[in-house]
Structure formats: C-alpha cells, structure tokens
C-alpha cells in the first residue's frame, strides 16, 4: 500500500478561493477585512511566519498592518498597541506572533486581545468556547488539520482518532475538534507507556511532538489517515516532521507530507478567520 499524498499547498488554494469569494462580497459593501500582525523581536522563523500571512493577505485583497516592535520594547507599550488595535474598526482581527521575549507575559498579550478581533483562537473564552463546541475561532493550526481530512475524504465519525501532543496550540484543540465530528479520541503525551500500542489502533493520526520523525511506519495502523503537524530542521538543513514519512506511507491511506502538508492551511484559515471576523463584524 502506498498512502495518497494530502496536497496541502493544493488544497490551500482551494480553500483560499473560496473565503476570497466571501472577501470580495465584503468589499463590495465597502468592507475591507483587515488584519493587524504584530511581531516582537527579530525571531528569524517567526518573521518568516509573519511575511507568509502578510502575503496571504495580500492575494485575497485584505488589508493587513505588520508591526514590528524591538525585542526590548517594555509589556506596558504593546499592551497600549494591542488596545489601539481593539478600538480600530479598519481591523477584524489581532495576532502577536510568538513567541514573545521572556519579559513580557504571554498569557496577559493574548487575554488582552479582544474576543472578537482574536483570529488565532487563543483567547480564554474563544478556548472555554471551543470546549462546548461553540468557538467563533477555532485555532488555525488544528482548524487547517480538520480542513485537510474534510478535503480528502476521510470518514472522522465513529472512527478512532489519536493524537499524539497535548499543547494548547495544537493537541488540545485538535482533539476537540474530533469530538466534536463524532470521533473517539485518545490523547497521547510524551509519559503515554507503550505508544506505538495506541498509534496503531487509530484510524486518523495526528501527531504534534516537536520530536523529529518519532512516529515511524511499524507505528501505523494500515489505511489510516496521517496527519503530521511537526516541522523539524535535520543537521543536514532539510526540513521533516514528527512523522518519518517514507516508513509510513508504504502503510498509511492518506499523509500529510512535510514542508506542504498542514503549514499552507494554518495561514489559510487563519485568513479565513479574519474574514469571518469581518462579516461578523459588518452585520
């Protein structure tokens, strides 16, 4: 058996037509969604995440705002930005990327972002929401994982989905998420005995570790779906996953490959968030 590639880049284009249809509805009412990024520092990966969403922006026709704040800058100050950006009705939605220098707290940044304008889904109530199936902005990361498993296909009601990693980003809500589409769902940590047992017994994998290529194909249940969240840089400079991809797609029915599997969606439904941000907004 040989897995079917999930394309992601291809499916992002797919998905990106469809919320610019919706973008372009807006603007014919004089709506422009807008979307204010802010990074803190000189992180070199986290200002190519925050180049990447700005170009999103870009080709859907949103207006975007990137602010660029010296590692130095005291809590206080971007505190009184992120205030200024909830009071600006040009923008529907608010990201601080992270991380943020160990100064400042990043638990007060994101409560400080208001519900409304919080398109990464991070605020306390968009999670508490989530919880009862009711967010109004699911996490990018995991939102973009569920869109991936939608576009190709793949029954997620009454099948057993696993997900290996418990962050708040990622893991937590991604297995929410399943819930809430009918899935039984085990949630595995680094402390799980005997993991390889519980990875073979599901019919959708989800695996976001931070562990490169820990999950290999002996640990996959034939047919099933693989979702691989990590991105991990080898010595040699080449980019993997936490999946060792050419083990476990002789095994599995569909996988995510790494670079061009789950990264091209997070930017995309993070784009798609902004925009429902805005419709909300002009209701």
């Not at 469809?18 to 807006?26: F, G, I, M, P």
């Not at 809590?75 to 009071?87: G, P």
């Not at 929401?129 to 793949?154: D, I």
Request: charged share 20%; hydrophobic share 45%.
């Amino acid at each position: 058996m040989t897995a079917k590639i999930i394309d992601g880049k291809a499916i992002a284009q797919e998905v990106r037509a469809e919320w610019k249809v919706r973008a372009d509805a807006l603007k014919a009412r004089g709506i422009t969604p807008g979307l204010a990024v802010i990074i803190v520092g000189e992180d070199p990966a986290s200002k190519v995440y925050v180049g990447n969403k700005v170009k999103a922006c870009a080709e859907l026709g949103l207006h975007s705002e990137h602010i660029a704040l010296p590692a130095d800058t005291p809590e206080a100050v971007l505190l009184a930005q992120i205030a200024a950006l909830n009071a600006n009705p040009a923008i529907h939605g608010i990201l601080v990327q992270l991380p943020v220098p160990k100064h400042i707290d990043s638990a007060k940044v994101l409560e400080a972002i208001a519900p409304n304008k919080d398109v990464d889904g991070f605020h306390p109530m968009n999670v508490g929401a989530l919880v009862t199936g009711n967010t109004r902005f699911p996490p990018c990361t995991p939102y973009g994982a569920m869109k991936l498993l939608e576009k190709s296909g793949v029954t997620i009601e009454g099948k057993h989905a696993v997900v290996v990693g418990r962050s708040n980003i990622v893991g937590k809500p991604m297995a929410l998420m399943l819930l809430q589409q009918n899935a039984t769902v085990t949630i595995c940590t680094s402390r799980t005995v005997d993991l390889a047992r519980h990875t073979r017994d599901a019919d959708i994998l989800v695996v976001a570790t931070g562990k490169a290529r820990m999950i290999t194909g002996d640990m996959i249940k034939p047919g099933a779906a693989v979702i691989d969240v990590g991105i991990n840089r080898l010595p040699d400079g080449k980019l993997c996953g936490d999946v060792d991809f050419d083990s476990a797609k002789e095994v599995a029915g569909w996988i995510t490959p790494v670079p061009g599997g789950v990264g091209p969606m997070t930017i995309t439904m993070l784009v798609a968030n902004t925009v429902q941000a805005a419709e909300r907004a002009g209701k």
